[in-house]
Nanobody
Framework: QVRIVESGGGYVQPGGSLRLSCATS????????ISWYRQGPGKQREWVVD???????RYANAVKGRFTGSRDNAKATAYLQMNDLQPEDTALYFC????????WGQGTQVTVSS
């Protein structure tokens, strides 16, 4: 059974940082492309970052230079380090694993407000 579980969200002031985690089970993690997406209030879900099997990353322009995606294949877990957070980063953040199938987590809420 596939499980994708995000954690690490919370409430932070502008300029602050958070580190999200995406713990997986039931997939061949090392072969999966892991992506982070987010959906802000009243907005469509948008792509944030891809982390490929070699841990190479590709970022949306909105987060480039502030967010860093990474993965630990031994732990079957991916991460999203988010620095210099701004109110427009407020969203429900989702992890997606694309391997033999595409599987999503339930999301973790990030709120950036003063």
């Amino acid at each position: 059974q596939v499980r994708i579980v995000e954690s690490g969200g919370g409430y932070v002031q502008p300029g602050g940082s958070l580190r999200l985690s995406c713990a997986t089970s039931g997939i061949t993690f090392s072969r999966a492309v892991i992506s982070w997406y987010r959906q802000g209030p009243g907005k469509q879900r948008e792509w944030v970052v891809d982390i490929n099997q070699d841990a190479n990353t590709r970022y949306a322009n909105a987060v480039k230079g502030r967010f860093t995606g990474s993965r630990d294949n031994a732990k079957a877990t991916a991460y999203l380090q988010m620095n210099d957070l701004q109110p427009e980063d407020t969203a429900l953040y989702f992890c997606r694993a694309a391997g033999r199938s595409i599987d999503w987590g339930q999301g973790t809420q990030v709120t950036v407000s003063s």
